[in-house]
Every structure is written in structure tokens, then in C-alpha cells.
């Protein structure tokens, strides 16, 4: 009988498909492979599959011996250490609807990528990132990353929050984000770690395919001046080849004699807001600015950094390519950015420079600090407008 069109099958059976569950065979064994793996964040009602490079996740426990005194040849003394949930994952940004089947032939145009997923996503990821609730506990703690490796391997991490999340966008690659995070625990998705995992995989997200990585020309970055130099450009995205930012939550893990080898408590210490950015050739402001900082008692020196789909800034003519700005330098971002956000007191370092028989280029690191015109935090919109609450 020949196969039908949809290459369904009938008297199949199917322990073929669940080989390696309950009953290894001592002769055969399968291999299964990663690529049916994937990353959910659950945060409330969000619940987004996120498309990583990698993943690396894990529950993790020392041992160690002790060096102890007894006259044998061999170790007579382990010791178990704390049970760690820890790691990190890489992700590209991507331009992303959650349900390409609204949208016209599943064919979103950039103004709904720029009200759809593809903004979304980022502001997840800064949300869970940065956003403190009233006593300076991180507002999205509770999160969940639903993981699975492969084929009945897959894993929930709860509340599980953001230690670090490092931003690159480098001239002539794909815009990248690595998130480190600490969880306090780790349980199988559906019960038991093999078999309670069959039937009961969870739902994929719906996310847009084909769909485009943001790349660098996709993102604008522009420093602004402050107080002696208020509305004054220190330098414009044309200049900038490579910006990195880092935000560290420097979180830690708190334990008791409660009985338990996990954590009874993961909690954040002081934010820290670190980055670079690699300018073509020598930038004369930003050196001035950085060499004369005794000379000033603040600094409000602006990062602003903003996203768009669609806004390319060349024009082709019969002459050759134009270039318009899309410099972030007034009140608000121009256009219509997926995602724009504010360093609002930044400091400069004196830069780095090398000699070297490629092109020249500088590095500028910079610090961002809190300001007093923005709830003395570092970013604007700030993100954790409830703290503090005293109690």
C-alpha cells in the first residue's frame, strides 16, 4: 500500500520513539539529540520561548575530601558541598512576533514587529534584569526557565533571576545578549526525571519563521554632554564600531541550618552598570571630557542607545549613497524604535589607544551611576519606581 501524502504511519509502535525512558537495552542504545531542545521564560502570565545559541544551566554539587591524617593510601573522607543551580545562556536578538498567523499571510510589516515580540522580548529581558520592588529584592524573582535538553531530558529551574546581562553590538555581526542567572532550585518538568516526562511536553510559543537576527546597523548608539556641555553631542553612532554593556546584580546565595543543601535565600547586592565603546579613530570630546573630570564635582554624561526595524539610513542615488541621521540627540528617540533606553550619568575613562598597522581605533569604558533627576538610579525610564519602601 503506498505511503499517503502526509507520510502517516499506522501500527507503529511507539516504545520505538521512548527507547532510552525505562528499560535500557543492554545491547542498543539511542541517541538523542539536542536540536528538539528549547528555553521557555515564565514570568506571570509571560510565557516566551526563547531562541538561544546556547545553554548551559545545570545543577551543580562539590566534593571534596578533606585532608585528613589516618595513615592510608587512599582518601577516607568526602564532603559534600552547597547544591548550586547556576549558568548562563546566548541568545541573538531577533525580530519576533508571539503569533504570526494575525498578522496578514503570517507576513508582519516593521511597524508590528516594532508593537509586537520583537520588543517584547528585550523588555523581559531588562525587566528581569533591572527591576527592583520596594525593599530592593529583584520585582521578577519568581521566574521560571523551563529547559529541555533533548528528548526526555528537560528540567525547571525556579526562581530563577538574572546575575549578569551583557549586551554587544560589534560593526558587521549579529546584536548578541549573554544572561547569567541563579536559581534556588531544580525539579524535572513533569515529575520523575524519565518517564514522568512522556506526554506531557509542554506547548511551543508560536514565534515568527523565517524570521531576521537584529544586526548591528539596526541599533543606534549616541553620548551626549551634561551640565557645561547640556544638548551637546560628545559623539554619534558613526563613529561608534563596537558597544558592550554589562549590568551586574552581583547576587549571592544565603544559607542556613535549615536542613537543605540549596539556598534558603538568593538575593541581589548593589547594581553594577559597566560598558566600553570602540570609536574609529581618536574622539577629541570624549578625550577632553575624560581627562578634565577633577575638574567637575558631577558628571550626567548620557548613553543613549535605541533599536529599530526598518529605518535604514542610506539613500541610494545616481551619485552614490547618502546617509541621514538617526542620532538619538532630542527629547526622544527619532522614529519609532523597538526598544530605546537612557544612561543618564555616565562617566568616562581616559581612552585606550594602540599603535597598529590596521585601522585606528580608540576604547572608551564608562561607568553608569545614579542620578539625582532620575530617582538616583542609572537608567531612564527607571524600573524600580516603588523602592524603597521603609519598614
Not at 546581562?165 to 549573554?178: E, H, K, P, R, Y
Not at 551586574?248 to 547594581?271: E, H, M, Q, W
Not at 558628571?299 to 526595524?309: G, H, L, Q, V
Not at 542620532?327 to 544612561?343: C, Q
Request: with cysteine; proline share 5%.
Amino acid at each position: 500500500m503506498p505511503l499517503d501524502a502526509n507520510c502517516t504511519r499506522t501500527g507503529f509502535d511507539p516504545d520505538f520513539t521512548q527507547s532510552n525512558i525505562v528499560s535500557p537495552d543492554p545491547v542498543q542504545h539511542y541517541a538523542n539529540m539536542g536540536w528538539v531542545g528549547f528555553m521557555k521564560i515564565r514570568i506571570g502570565d509571560i510565557n516566551n520561548v526563547i531562541r538561544v545559541t546556547s545553554a548551559d544551566i545545570n545543577l551543580k554539587q562539590e566534593i571534596t575530601k578533606p585532608d585528613v591524617i589516618d595513615g592510608r593510601i587512599d582518601p577516607t573522607v568526602y564532603q559534600l558541598g552547597p547544591k548550586i543551580v547556576e549558568g548562563s545562556f546566548s541568545m541573538p536578538l531577533i525580530a519576533d512576533v508571539a503569533d504570526p498567523d494575525t498578522f496578514n499571510d503570517g507576513c508582519p510589516v516593521p511597524a508590528d514587529l516594532r508593537s509586537g515580540e520583537a520588543g517584547d522580548v528585550l523588555t523581559t529581558l531588562w525587566c528581569w534584569t533591572t527591576a527592583r520592588g520596594e525593599q530592593g529584592r529583584l520585582l521578577f524573582s519568581d521566574a521560571i526557565l523551563e529547559i529541555r535538553y533533548a528528548n526526555h531530558a528537560a528540567f525547571l529551574f525556579d526562581s530563577a533571576i538574572v546575575n549578569t546581562w551583557s549586551l554587544s553590538i560589534v560593526q558587521g555581526d549579529v546584536i548578541t545578549a549573554d544572561v547569567s542567572v541563579i536559581g534556588r532550585g531544580r525539579t524535572p518538568a513533569a515529575g520523575e526525571p524519565l518517564a514522568g516526562w512522556v506526554g506531557s511536553n509542554p506547548a511551543i510559543t508560536d514565534f515568527l519563521a523565517p524570521a531576521r537576527a537584529l544586526t548591528w546597523n539596526d541599533a543606534t548608539i549616541t553620548g551626549m554632554g551634561s551640565c557645561d556641555r547640556a544638548g551637546e553631542a560628545l559623539f554619534y553612532s558613526n563613529q561608534v564600531r563596537e558597544f558592550n554593556m554589562e549590568i551586574n546584580n552581583n547576587a549571592d546565595r544565603f544559607y542556613t541550618l535549615n536542613g537543605s543543601l540549596f539556598p534558603i535565600d538568593v538575593n541581589v547586592g548593589k547594581r553594577e552598570i559597566t560598558g566600553s565603546i570602540k570609536l574609529l579613530g581618536l574622539q577629541e570630546q570624549l578625550r577632553v571630557r575624560a581627562e578634565t573630570n577633577s575638574s567637575r564635582f558631577t558628571e550626567k554624561n548620557e548613553i543613549r542607545m535605541a533599536f529599530y526595524i526598518g529605518e535604514d539610513t542610506e539613500t541610494s542615488t545616481p551619485t552614490g549613497i547618502t546617509f541621514t541621521s538617526r542620532d538619538w540627540t532630542g527629547a526622544t528617540a527619532p522614529g519609532s524604535p523597538i526598544f530605546d533606553k537612557r544612561f543618564v550619568a555616565v562617566v568616562f575613562q581616559i581612552e585606550e589607544i594602540a599603535m597598529t598597522n590596521e585601522v585606528l581605533e580608540t576604547t572608551v569604558n564608562w561607568h553608569g551611576m545614579a542620578s539625582d533627576q532620575f530617582g538616583y538610579e542609572a537608567v531612564s525610564p527607571r524600573t524600580s519606581a516603588s523602592f524603597p519602601v521603609w519598614i
